[in-house]
C-alpha cells in the first residue's frame, strides 16, 4: 500500500516514484491550480504537492503516488528532517475523510486534558505522544535486553486469580460458572513468582501489568505496570 514513510524520504530519494500514507496535517493554496500539503504519519512529515482543486481538508487520510523532487532552495524548511524535498503527487486517493477534528493538533496548542482523553484516538496522533509511545517501547526492549543477558526469563502470569488482598481493594469479576464466586484482578504477580522458584525458574521477571482499587494520586492509577523479578540461590 505504501512504499516509504513520510518521514524517512532524503534528498538521496530525488528522482524516485514513492507512494506515502498519511493524514493531512496542513493544507496551503498556493493560486487556482497549486496547494501543498504537509502529509504526516508516524515517521515525520513530508510536503506534497496536489492539484489545488482537491478537496483534502485535515485529518483525511491520503494515499498519494508522485515523484520526490528537491525543493527550490528558497523554499527549503530546515525546521525538518525532509525540508529540502517535496514529493509532487501524479496520483492521489482519499482513504478516509474526516470531520474537523476536536482540537488542533499542533503542539504549540494547549488542550484541555479532559477534552484530549475524550478523543483519545485523535489524541494519540499528536507527536510528542507519538514519542511517548516510541520511548516506552524502547525502555521495555532494554529491560528485557539487560535481564536476559542476566539469564533471566521471561514468564507471564495469571490476570484472573484468587483474591489476595496487599493493602488495597480487589477489583473483581464473577464467575459465570459458580454464580457468587468471583475472581480478582492481580494487585501484584507476588505468589506467583515465588511459585516459579519453587518450580524451579530461578531467574524470573516481567513486565508485569498489576491493578489495585485505590485512590488515585499523579503517580498511580488503578492499572499500573512494574518490572517484577525474582532469583534463587543469591546472596
Known amino acids: 500500500m505504501r512504499t516509504d514513510r513520510c518521514g524517512d524520504l532524503r534528498?538521496?530519494?530525488v528522482g524516485r516514484q514513492v507512494t506515502l500514507c498519511g493524514w493531512?496535517?496542513?493544507?496551503?493554496?498556493?493560486?487556482?491550480?497549486l496547494a501543498f500539503v504537509d502529509l504526516r504519519d508516524r515517521s515525520g512529515i513530508i510536503q506534497v504537492v496536489v492539484d489545488g482543486a482537491a478537496d483534502l481538508r485535515s485529518e483525511y487520510v491520503l494515499q498519494?503516488?508522485?515523484?520526490?523532487?528537491?525543493?527550490p532552495a528558497d523554499t527549503a524548511n530546515d525546521s525538518l528532517a525532509t525540508g529540502a524535498i517535496?514529493?509532487?503527487?501524479?496520483e492521489v486517493t482519499i482513504l478516509s475523510a474526516s470531520e474537523p477534528p476536536p482540537f488542533p493538533l499542533d503542539e504549540r496548542t494547549d488542550v484541555d486534558e479532559v477534552l484530549r482523553l475524550r478523543h483519545r484516538y485523535v489524541d494519540l496522533r499528536r507527536p510528542r505522544l507519538q514519542k511517548n509511545l516510541e520511548v516506552r517501547a524502547a525502555?521495555?526492549?532494554?529491560?528485557?535486553t539487560a535481564m536476559e543477558e542476566q539469564g533471566f526469563i521471561e514468564v507471564e502470569t495469571p490476570m484472573l486469580v484468587a483474591s489476595t488482598p496487599e493493602g488495597a481493594r480487589d477489583f473483581v469479576v464473577p464467575s459465570r460458572k459458580e454464580p457468587g464466586s468471583?475472581?480478582?484482578?492481580?494487585?501484584?504477580?507476588q505468589i506467583f513468582k515465588q511459585l516459579c522458584m519453587i518450580g524451579g525458574v530461578d531467574r524470573y521477571y516481567?513486565?508485569?501489568r498489576c491493578l489495585r482499587d485505590e485512590d488515585l494520586r499523579a503517580d498511580r492509577q488503578f492499572e499500573f505496570m512494574q518490572l517484577d523479578a525474582e532469583a534463587s540461590f543469591v546472596d
Do not use: C, K
Open 24 to 33: 493531512v496535517a496542513r493544507r496551503r493554496e498556493h493560486g487556482e491550480h
Open 86 to 90: 517535496e514529493v509532487d503527487a501524479s
Open 206 to 208: 516481567q513486565i508485569a
Open 11 to 13: 534528498s538521496d530519494d
Open 139 to 144: 525502555v521495555n526492549s532494554a529491560v528485557r
Open 182 to 189: 468471583f475472581y480478582a484482578l492481580p494487585q501484584s504477580p
Open 64 to 71: 498519494v503516488t508522485g515523484e520526490v523532487r528537491e525543493r
